[in-house]
Each structure stands twice: as structure tokens, then as C-alpha cells.
């Protein structure tokens, strides 16, 4: 998907008025009203039919004979004729608009076929009553009808179900919002609040905007949003996402975005979109539905031709071929691959996987080559302290700890940050520093509880013949300082930006899924080797720009693989472009601003490991739609043309319509089975 369509995409996001979402409540509620009336209007001719069906059934002489009764008074076909009309004009209805839409958009599917069988059925028996020699069959006609309409609704219940996912991240909103000015609290509607208004969120409720927390501490519930089954823990500065719910704690937070901005809405915009977006499969469903339709036509009139031209009664050879076009009704096939777009999308976003582009996520089966961008993706993208050692005889790992914290509490360099997020996870009281000085590219010093403490950098120590210690140097990912109390060394930090737990699970996983696994990292040679090694990479590009990236995806598709590109979205912009499947990772709440086919929330590289396998297994049930839909087609077309007449073997339409819906209900149950394969991952 190119640049300029996700450009437009974001423009048209932010340049919409904002509206609150309850006017996406009110279009979702349409668009689930429009089905549901639908439903109403096809149950309620359905009761009138079935009612209407049984003095058809009981007065055709078909099925008294069948039966081994007789039961016939002066002008009973009048009756039956009168009986047949309303059921053909008052159900067949539907089916006779459709086929009125589809002929005027110069496109021929199911309603034609549908409506034409019908047709052909009523006009044939209608002819029988007013002198016209044969058999009627009103009765086929009849449960026909009743079956087609039974299947219609059946498979809209299906849609429905599978549309039902939007519909709830939809009602993931509080229809109102408590608003603190000074210490007022007032509740007012979603759409009153304003960018910067500060609000109140009390435990257990949902929170209505998107924000930053001002005041309070709590673990929030996202897993509706990101799939993160973990509560997250929000205090002061964090961000928390409207539509998430609220734990224990009360938290006031600034809102950041509202309405049309908000990132809820922005998914739903984006599930809204891809659910529309014909995919390749889709539109091979829509060729094939085509082809059907022409195939049934051709084989209706052949079986015609071949029955009479046999020798056969002109009733006899007429009742195959709508036996033909009744059973070829491609109705399977139409929703073979909607149902599955749709289930599968709304899964996905509720898992923290946007498909932006449907073709990529289904292409994603094809992947043989995964390039990582490695901060953030691999790594958590923050220095932390991987190990500490004490070096002085006696020494506590507390103390060590404990002093080199007094030293970097006012310092923002990220080996200072990384000791102190040390020191707060064990809960360490930290003492004061006193006269406290830089010592030029090599450390800092401050008196601390009267000893005087530095932490310095290896050239340091090099500079005062202090030996540097042996297990200093295990990893050359790692940075290493050392702390000295009085000149004296007191034991090390290393630090470096720490491998996900999870991210060697991944990597092998892929590996055994058959896909090479790359990293592309703007970081020195050294760290990037280790990184490498330690996860059992196929490969990696160290030093690499961001524009370079463009060229190492370029390079391995030349080279015949299907590359898929991780990135975080920003800098990565155009080696997301350029891969054959592009992953904006870790993106967060920033849902418009990618050029990425797919967008995950989280960073966890699991995650893109289940994007690909689900991809697969959505790709699997298109296919297996796809082959029930056309394979029973291929089946029963030629049985109801009587190709095995001579066996005894002949399908009458009734007989072929229960088929055929029975065929719709299979492919729409298969469809909901996704869920499970979601679930397995």
C-alpha cells in the first residue's frame, strides 16, 4: 500500500470534524439495524410462506401420490395457482430485486440464478394449470422459497455475528466523563470534553479519552485494545487509552485525544476500512461467483436441449434445468470469503494486530525472510542493569547499588537512568550527594554520608593502573562502569539495552515455521554481533541509516525472498514501503501515522510470529470456503442435470436447495471456527 494512500488515510482522520464516538455508536448501530431489519423482514415472509406451504403441499398431487393418498375438489388447482402467486411474488421478492441490481450493474451472481429458478418454476406451473400439458410443481417452487430464505437468514446472522466484534469495541466507551475543575467534579457527555481537560477516573470504570496520568497510581485492563492479557500499571506521566478499564486505584489524568482522535476510534475507522477492502481471495471468490453463474446458465440450457432431444417430455427435461439452476446458486461462495475478511479483522484488532492492508496480511503466509529493526522490537530499547558485581571484599550488592544511585539521581544519561530504574525496583532508599562534579569523559564524583564515590568509566581506571577486574568483559553488548569509595574499588554495573524474555522463544519459533530471521540495527558492530549471536539470528546489518534499509530489503527480494520489514514505524517508513509485508511495531496508540500494511501495538515479537500464523490459518478457511462452495457445485450441477439418471439417481430442486443451504451454513460455520485458531496461538 503505498505512501500516498496512508497520507490521505491520515488526512482525512484529522481533518474530519471531531465528533464524539457515540456518532460512531449511531453508524455502527445503522449499519447492525440495516441486518437486523433485513433478518426481521426475511423471518417474517418466511413464517408467511411456511404457513402458505403446507395447503400447497397437501393439494399437490405430487406429493399425494407420494403419500399413497388422493384428495382433489373441483377448482383445486385454482387455489394451489392462487397460493403459488403470493408465495413467488411475496417471498420470491428479495430474490427478484436482487436479481434486477445485479442485471443493472451489468454483473449477473446468486440473485440472478436464484430469481431466474424461481421464475422459470412459477411460469412453468402456472402454464400446467391453464391447460398446458405436464405436472406442476408449485410445491418445489414453494420450498424453495422457504429454503432460500431460511438460508439467507442464516448467513446474515453470520455476518451480523462476525460484524458484532466492531460493534464492541464501539460500546468500549462511557457515555460520560467526570471533569474536575478545581476540585468540582462534574459528569458531563463525551462529546463536552476538550483536549487538556483534567479528569477524574474512579476504580473499576471505563476511561473515557485518550490521556496522560496527572495524579494517582492503578493497573488498567488493555487487553480489549492491545491483547496485553497483563493489567498495566499507570501512575504520574503514563498514557492511558479511552475505552480501557480501570483497576483499584483512582487516577486524574490530562486528556491528550477525543472523539475522532482518539485511538479507539482510529481502529474502528481502520477495522471499518479494511473490512470493505476486497483482498485477492475476495476477488477470486467474485470471479468464480461470476463463472458460476454463466457455467449454470450454459449447463440449464444444454441439460434442456439434451433431455428433449432424447426423447423425454418438454415438463420433464424443463424440471432438470431448474433443478440445474436452482442447485448452482453460488450462495457459499458469496459469503465464503466476506465471512472470514470480516471475523478475522475485528479478531485481530481486538488482539492488537490493525490489518491496514488485507492482501499483505494474507500474503503473509508467503514470508520466507523477517528483517528486524533490533531496539524496541528485540531489545526493550532501554539500558537496564544486566549484572552487578562487587569486586571490594564484604561488599554488599545493596550498598553498591544504593551509592552509585546518590551519584546519578540528577543525571538523564541513560547509564545513570538504567541504575536508578535498579535501585526503585528494589526499593532502595537513596541517600543525598554532596558536592557533586562531572570528571570529564570518564564518570561522575560527590561526597556521599562522608566517603567520597565515583562512578567511572573503564579509561579511568586505566589511567590510575587500577586492574581492571577479570569478569568485568563477558558480553560486548554491554557497557560497564565501575564505583570507587575513597579510590577504592567497590564493584561494577553492566548495563546494556536488554534482550526481550520473549524474544528467543520467537526467533526459534520462526525458525521452525521455515523463515530466516534478519536484524537491522543502527548500533555499533560489537553490540550488534552479540545480539545476534545470542538469539541465533541468520544474519545482521550493523551501522545501517534508516535509508539503507530500503537497500537490504531490496537486496533479499532480488535474492527471491519474501521479506517481510519490523520497524517502528517513523524512521522505518520506507523499508515498510518497500517490503513485501511491512510491520509498524511497538506503534502504540499512534495508529495514523504509518506507511505499514500491518500495525502491531505491542512490541513483543510473539506477536509478529501470531500476525503470520493467523494470517495463514485466515488464508486456510478462505481457501477451504473456497473449495466447499465451488467443490459441491461441481458435484451436485451435474446430478441435477441427470448425468446419473440412468442409476436412479436425480435431484430434484427441492432436494438441491436444502443442499445448497446446507452448503452456506457449513461455510459460515467454518468461518466462526477462526476464533479457535486464534485462541491456539
Not at 500474503?363 to 544486566?386: A, Y
Request: with cysteine; glycine share 8%.
Amino acid at each position: 500500500m503505498g505512501h500516498q494512500h496512508h497520507n490521505h488515510v491520515h488526512a482525512d482522520m484529522n481533518n474530519s470534524i471531531q465528533q464524539h464516538s457515540a456518532h460512531r455508536q449511531h453508524q455502527s448501530d445503522h449499519a447492525g439495524h440495516d441486518h437486523r431489519g433485513m433478518i426481521g423482514d426475511f423471518r417474517k415472509r418466511l413464517i408467511v410462506l411456511s404457513v402458505l406451504t403446507i395447503p400447497i403441499l397437501a393439494l399437490s398431487h405430487m406429493i399425494q401420490m407420494w403419500l399413497g393418498i388422493e384428495f382433489s375438489f373441483p377448482g383445486d388447482s385454482y387455489i394451489l395457482f392462487g397460493l403459488a402467486t403470493v408465495v413467488f411474488f411475496y417471498g420470491g421478492w428479495p430474490f427478484l430485486r436482487g436479481m434486477a441490481e445485479e442485471l443493472q450493474a451489468k454483473s449477473p451472481g446468486m440473485m440472478t440464478l436464484i430469481a431466474m429458478a424461481i421464475t422459470v418454476a412459477y411460469l412453468f406451473s402456472s402454464a400446467v394449470v391453464f391447460g398446458f400439458p405436464g405436472q406442476d410443481f408449485f410445491w418445489e417452487l414453494a420450498t424453495l422459497i422457504d429454503i432460500m430464505l431460511l438460508g439467507h437468514i442464516l448467513e446474515m446472522k453470520s455476518v451480523m455475528g462476525a460484524s458484532k466484534a466492531l460493534e464492541l469495541l464501539v460500546n468500549m466507551m462511557p457515555s460520560e466523563a467526570h471533569r474536575l475543575t478545581g476540585e468540582t467534579i462534574e459528569d458531563i457527555r463525551l462529546d463536552e470534553l476538550q483536549p487538556d481537560d483534567i479528569i477524574l477516573i474512579r476504580p473499576g470504570e471505563k476511561i473515557p479519552a485518550d490521556g496522560s496520568v496527572v495524579d494517582g497510581e492503578s493497573y488498567v485492563n488493555e487487553s480489549m485494545l492491545t491483547g496485553e492479557s497483563k493489567p498495566v500499571k499507570k501512575e504520574k506521566g503514563t498514557k492511558v487509552i479511552g475505552g480501557s478499564i480501570n483497576g483499584n486505584g483512582a487516577l486524574r489524568a490530562q486528556v491528550v485525544h477525543t472523539g475522532k482522535d482518539s485511538y479507539l476510534n482510529k481502529v474502528i475507522t481502520l477495522v471499518q476500512e479494511a473490512q470493505k477492502t476486497k483482498s485477492q481471495t475476495q476477488n477470486l471468490a467474485d470471479r468464480a461467483a461470476k463463472w458460476l453463474t454463466y457455467i449454470a446458465l450454459s449447463v440449464g440450457l444444454i441439460t434442456l436441449v439434451a433431455w428433449l432431444m432424447a426423447g423425454y417430455g418438454f415438463n420433464f427435461a424443463l424440471e432438470r434445468m431448474v433443478t440445474v439452476l436452482v442447485i448452482s446458486c453460488p450462495h457459499a461462495l458469496g459469503v465464503a470469503v466476506p465471512l472470514v475478511v470480516a471475523i478475522s479483522t475485528a479478531l485481530s484488532a481486538q488482539n492488537g494486530l490493525l490489518i491496514r492492508n488485507r492482501t499483505a496480511f494474507e500474503e503473509s503466509r508467503k514470508i520466507t525472510t523477517i528483517v528486524f529493526d533490533k531496539t524496541g522490537t528485540l531489545t526493550k530499547g532501554e539500558f537496564g542493569v544486566t549484572r552487578l558485581e562487587l569486586t571490594a571484599q564484604n561488599g554488599q550488592p545493596q550498598e553498591l547499588l544504593r551509592l552509585a544511585a546518590a551519584l546519578e539521581q540528577n543525571s538523564e544519561h541513560p547509564i545513570a537512568v538504567g541504575i536508578l530504574r535498579k535501585a526503585k525496583e528494589q526499593q532502595i532508599e537513596i541517600p543525598p550527594a554532596e558536592n557533586f562534579h562531572a570528571i570529564v569523559g570518564k564518570g561522575v564524583e560527590a561526597v556521599v554520608e562522608g566517603k567520597n564515590v565515583k562512578v567511572v568509566s573503564p579509561g579511568y581506571l586505566r589511567d590510575r593502573a587500577i586492574p581492571l577486574p577479570e569478569n568485568a568483559y563477558v558480553s560486548a553488548a554491554e557497557t560497564v562502569v565501575f564505583l570507587l569509595i575513597n579510590d577504592y574499588l567497590y564493584g561494577f554495573f553492566a548495563l546494556a539495552d536488554e534482550i526481550r524474555p520473549e524474544a528467543g522463544s520467537a526467533i526459534a519459533a520462526f525458525k521452525q515455521n521455515n523463515m530466516k530471521v534478519m536484524m537491522a540495527t543502527g548500533d555499533n558492530e560489537k553490540v550488534a554481533r552479540a545480539v545476534a549471536e545470542q538469539l541465533n539470528l541468520d544474519g545482521y546489518y550493523a551501522e545501517v541509516l534508516p535509508h539503507q534499509k530500503v537497500d537490504i530489503v531490496k537486496n533479499l527480494q532480488q535474492q527471491g525472498e519474501y521479506v517481510a520489514m519490523t520497524g517502528d514505524g517513523i524512521n522505518d517508513a520506507p523499508a515498510l514501503a518497500q517490503a513485501d509485508v511491512g510491520i509498524a511495531v511497538g506503534s502504540g496508540t499512534d495508529v495514523a501515522a504509518e506507511t505499514a500494511d500491518i500495525i502491531l501495538v505491542n512490541s513483543n515479537p510473539m506477536d509478529i510470529l501470531n500476525l503470520i500464523l493467523f494470517g495463514r490459518a485466515t488464508y486456510k478457511k478462505m481457501i477451504q470456503n473456497l473449495l466447499w462452495a465451488t467443490g459441491y457445485n461441481v458435484i451436485a450441477i451435474p446430478l441435477a442435470a441427470g448425468v446419473l439418471f440412468s442409476s436412479g439417481i436425480l435431484l430434484s430442486p427441492a432436494i438441491g436447495a436444502v443442499l445448497m443451504s446446507i452448503s452456506t451454513v457449513i461455510v459460515a460455520v467454518n468461518a466462526q471456527l477462526l476464533r479457535a485458531s486464534l485462541k491456539q496461538l
